[in-house]
């Protein structure tokens, strides 16, 4: 009698996982946070993979403080050293003011790579790396990583 519901509840969550999450690996909840990290390199789109983001209740990642910043590498180094992971943070619009694409306010947290940002070509995206954050063109080709409010 018990048992057949429960299977019943196992399997939609586990289908609705499989289907919804399939291209992200996921973590645990850290800071009241879930961040999903995409699997394939793609081309990079703010408003597409903003959009992606909101469609799993979340957002182009914010970085918001330096234990923000060093959990979301973490992640991404644990997760695959084959960069680069876009975030949400872009000078698009406004050259050399960074702000958050998902609400518009001002990045909250931005530690820079040695000579980063440069603008390289007019560079208006934001990838994160170890040793800092570096511009970079927003059509390359990367990962992606969303947060989700748990
Ligand atoms: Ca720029
Ligand atoms: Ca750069």
Not at 61 to 81: K, M, N, P
Request: with cysteine; proline share 4%; hydrophobic share 35%.
């Amino acid at each position: 009698m018990t048992v057949l519901p429960i299977f019943l509840l196992l399997w939609v969550s586990l289908a609705a996982s499989v289907q919804g999450y399939a291209n992200y690996d996921i973590t645990a909840p850290q800071n009241g946070r879930r961040y999903y990290v995409s699997k394939d390199h793609e081309a990079f789109n703010l408003a597409t993979m903003n959009g992606r983001c909101r469609g799993l209740n979340g957002y182009l990642v914010q970085i918001d403080t330096r234990q923000e910043f060093d959990l979301v590498w973490s992640i991404a180094d644990e997760v695959s050293g084959v960069g680069p992971f876009f975030t949400g943070i872009t000078d698009e619009g406004s050259e050399g003011h960074f702000y958050t694409y998902n609400d518009k306010k001002p990045a909250g947290f931005l530690s820079w790579r040695w000579f980063q940002p440069d603008n390289w070509y007019g560079e208006n995206c934001v990838e994160i790396w170890m040793t800092g954050l570096n511009d970079i063109a927003c059509g390359k080709s990367g990962r992606y990583i969303c947060e989700v409010p748990v």
